[in-house]
Each structure stands twice: as C-alpha cells, then as structure tokens.
C-alpha cells in the first residue's frame, strides 16, 4: 500500500511569489490534514479536511494560505504571495474515518519550502 | 490552552544506556497521547499510543511509556538504546473519542547514540 506523498520535496522561492503545494494521501482515507514547522520548533496543524469540507482551519495562520480538496481526493496548499516567515517543512497527513475507535495518522515526507 | 511540553532538546547517550524522555501535557478532557519518531531522511512515523486502558503501552523496537494522569505526563522509555534509535522523537496529543481531531505537537527531542 503506497503511503502518503507530498510533491515538491523541496521547493526554493523568492518573497512574494506564489508556491502550491500537493498531497496525495492513502488511498480511502477521508480525513487529510496540514501541519507545519519552522525553524526546528514544534510541528503545528494548519487544517483538516473530512472529504472535500474543511473540518477545522483554526491553524491557518493568514488569508495567504489556501487549501483546497476538490473531489475529496488530493489537496494542494497555495501560499500567495510567499512571506519569509513561511519557510519551513510542511507535512501532510491522513487518516481512515473511524468514528470512536482509534484511527492512525499517517504522515507524508513533507515539502520543505525555502523562501529567500 | 492547548500544549505539550517536552523536557530535552537534544540527548546524548552511549549505546546501552537506559533512555528516558520527558513529555507533560496540558489539555482539557479525554486525550489520546502519542510519541512520533523521524530517523534521518524518513517519514515522521507513530512509535507508541495510548487511547484508553493500560497506563503503560508498548511500541516498536522495545520502546514504552506510562501515561500518568495526575502528573499530566507521558514519558517515553527504552532500557537499553542503540545506534540505530538516532532521531528526533515528539510528544504529541490529541482528543476527544475519536483520533481524527488535530494533533499538538511538542518541540521535539533530538536523541544522538554514540556507538
């Protein structure tokens, strides 16, 4: 079973362009989230997709961050324009829909994004 | 508010010494606490959980840790480590009954093992 995959694996880019990030996430799994870190500090969660909805986008940080999910299959993060203090690795993870029981997130290689 | 705490930012150890890493948590009603591993050049990757039942759970490659619920704590074990056990290691938690609620992360452990 393929796992998560995340595409670019590293991308550079100047302040004040546009960089879109993708995510595939394991096959049949409904729920998709976005995390960050930056600068070695903790890794915090930017959103969480159920499907197609957003399920909780407390963690967006500003109105330069989209994230979409069209179709409930893979999603892409766009940051536009590019500040310096986005630079960081992101990861994306999913996970099966369980209800009560205990469903593992599983994390992707993330993209580690380098804006200059 | 939400956080988790973890004690060590960077451990060094020789191959054999026991192993203890520090997490204390602070969250509001029914948790579920992880502790995450990534070794150089993978994938973040799940070491050990606790949903419910038994304080003291078991993960892969002889790691454990007990859940202390008056102490808010989480603290990750290993009794002997290897050179192989070199990564960084997170405290994580997450709540509710169901697991698909956003995880809080800690700032991580970097664990180094002298050979």
């Known amino acids: 079973e393929a796992g998560v995959t995340q595409f670019p694996s590293h991308s550079v880019i100047e302040k004040g362009q546009t960089v879109t990030l993708r995510c595939d996430p394991i096959s049949g799994h409904d729920n998709l989230y976005w995390y960050r870190r930056v600068m070695g500090k903790e890794i915090k969660f930017l959103l969480h997709f159920v499907k197609e909805s957003k399920q909780d986008e407390s963690g967006m940080p500003n109105n330069r961050f989209l994230a979409e999910r069209t179709g409930g299959t893979y999603s892409t993060l766009k940051v536009q324009p590019a500040e310096l203090e986005d630079s960081g690795v992101y990861f994306c993870?999913?996970?099966?829909?369980?209800?009560?029981?205990?469903?593992?997130?599983?994390f992707g290689p993330g993209t580690r994004l380098t804006v200059l | 508010a939400q956080s988790v705490s973890q004690h060590n930012h960077h451990v060094i150890l020789s191959e054999a010494a026991s192993l203890e890493l520090g997490c204390n948590y602070s969250?509001?009603?029914?948790?579920?606490l992880f502790w995450y591993v990534q070794y150089p050049g993978q994938h973040l990757q799940l070491l050990l959980k606790y949903f419910s039942g038994d304080p003291l759970v078991k993960g892969i490659k002889g790691f454990e840790a007990e859940f202390i619920k008056s102490k808010f704590s989480f603290n990750l074990r290993k009794p002997s480590v290897q050179w192989s056990d070199t990564a960084e290691y997170f405290c994580a938690v997450n709540g509710g009954r169901s697991s698909a609620s956003k995880i809080i992360f800690g700032s991580g452990t970097r664990l180094s093992i002298r050979p």
């Open positions: 993870a999913s996970s099966q829909d369980g209800g009560a029981s205990y469903n593992e997130q599983f």
């Open positions: 969250y509001g009603g029914t948790v579920n």
